[in-house]
């Protein structure tokens, strides 16, 4: 007997599962498992993937359906993993309990940086592991050095073709090889969801939609500026001409937001319909066919664009770029993909012609100078690539994908002006410098 565990923690995810499944990305086992797990700061307050609106339609592929949250209560599954000495004896309570047996397992995880993917990794020791990705951040280099015992099991990168053209960096440094969730395949899933949930309230015919985020949580933004930004989304669509405009609140946003934003559509003679319905983007975008989208850098940007031809622009990804803290934050490359192919919404001329700031080729060698910058110790064969980049195409356009401060850590190019290029490769420079920072430090003392 085979068995295939799958761990899931958002019905976009499970989604796009159900469509590996469906496509025979997996090859055949006897019995198929999903793990479902709520990640959420206080999971007891929020609705589990379980219990969300058309997860039923989902849950049809698989045998059985487990919580992690309830498997390792009372513990977080963000902040919780096996003591090494303790491994042994999870596995063979976890095959008790989810009646395995002896049974050669096969795991499908997300992120697996982090937990409960890792977790659950490091307790089925020695079994293969798929990594599949619905968001860009598959896009970026890996965010945090995975122990080999871990990353050498990883076979390969199921992930979807939001970008067409380009090619993940994520685990390249294991030779993992990414591999496409057939697009059609995925938009008859999503399909399959267009009638689940509560009936949406009127908002007229092909309205605007935008999407909030809620990046002060992550501490990207104050709330104040996170507010002020769903209010420039909204004066932008309105100036594009949009009179009816629909906002996808965060389903952990404060109601104050929503307040904002009717008052300001108020003042500007625009009718706002805030949704307080959990459900799926891509499920508005099949219900309210909506005449233009907008976000900051969400990943349903690119859905919109690329599975249903829709119009979409950003805002915010600017501000973004410059607060991402420490520069290798996990974030950036999907800010950066956003930043460079969604246009301006301030930009109306390249908004109605939905313009991108960069062509495929250029956007795959601005991804992987961004992803050595971001992890130049995991990701070192990408050195020359980076180099190439900033040596060709840094520009007063391109110059917000980088700091200066990093790119002199790792003498690239860029570091310092042409005309001083000469001192970071000079001796001479660098022994004097190294004295004078040592004076400093005695005189300091």
């Known amino acids: 007997m085979s068995t295939q565990i799958f761990l899931a923690s958002t019905l976009y995810g499970t989604a796009t ?51 992690w949250n309830e498997t390792i209560a009372p513990f977080h599954p963000g902040g919780w993993s096996p003591r090494p000495d303790d491994v042994p004896l999870w596995e063979r309570h976890l095959r008790l309990l989810w009646n395995l047996g ?49 990353g050498t099991r990883i076979d390969r990168l199921l992930h979807l073709d939001l970008v067409p ?46 999407l909030g985020q809620y990046l002060s949580a992550l501490g990207i933004l104050t709330s104040e500026e996170e507010e002020d930004l769903h209010v420039r989304m909204l004066r932008g669509a309105v100036a594009l001409g949009h009179t009816h405009v629909v906002f996808k609140p965060h389903p952990s946003a404060p109601e104050r937001w929503s307040r904002a934003l009717e008052n300001e559509a108020e003042l500007l003679g625009a009718e706002l319909t805030v949704l ?3 459900v799926l983007a891509e499920v508005l975008y099949q219900r309210m066919r909506p005449a233009l989208v907008v976000g900051c850098f969400s990943t349903a940007l690119l859905t919109a664009s690329a599975l249903y031809g829709l119009p979409v622009a950003r805002t915010g990804t ?29 930009d109306p001329e390249a908004v109605t012609a939905q313009r991108p700031d960069a062509a495929a080729g250029a956007l795959n060698a601005l991804v992987r100078a961004v992803s050595y910058a971001m ?10 690539d980076a180099e190439d980049y900033l040596t060709r195409h840094l520009s007063a356009h391109t110059w917000r994908y980088f700091k ?17 290029a000469f001192i970071p490769r000079n001796a001479t420079v660098r022994r004097v410098a190294r004295r ?10």
């Open 102 to 150: 002896e049974d050669p397992v096969e795991l499908a995880v997300e992120s697996i940086q982090v937990n409960p993917a890792l977790a659950v990794a490091q307790i089925f020791t020695g079994a293969p592991v798929t990594l599949y990705a619905d968001g860009l951040m598959s896009y970026g280099p890996t965010r945090n050095k995975i122990d080999p015992l871990v």
């Open 17 to 67: 599962l159900a469509a590996a499944l469906d496509s025979d990305c997996f090859r055949p086992a006897d019995r198929r498992i999903l793990l479902v797990c709520n990640n959420a700061a206080t999971p007891e307050t929020t609705a589990a993937l379980d219990e969300m609106p058309g997860f039923a339609r989902l849950r049809e592929r698989f045998d059985d359906v487990f919580s």
């Open 276 to 278: 307080d319905v959990p």
């Open 318 to 346: 600017g501000t973004l770029l410059e607060r991402l803290t420490p520069y290798e934050n996990s974030n950036r490359v999907p800010v950066t993909v956003v930043d460079a192919l969604v246009p301006d919404l301030e």
């Open 436 to 445: 004078a920072r040592t004076l400093r430090r005695a005189v300091g003392r």
């Open 375 to 384: 992890q130049p110790v995991i990701h070192q064969s990408l050195r020359g």
């Open 165 to 210: 053209d380009l090619r993940p960096v994520l685990l390249t440094e294991f030779g993992v090889a990414p591999e496409i969730v057939p697009t059609d395949t995925f938009v008859k899933v999503l399909a399959e969801l267009a009638d689940t949930g509560d009936v949406l309230p009127a908002a007229g015919e092909e309205p605007a939609l935008l």
């Open 404 to 420: 200066r401060r990093r790119l002199t850590s790792l003498m690239l190019p860029g570091a310092v002006p042409a005309q001083l």
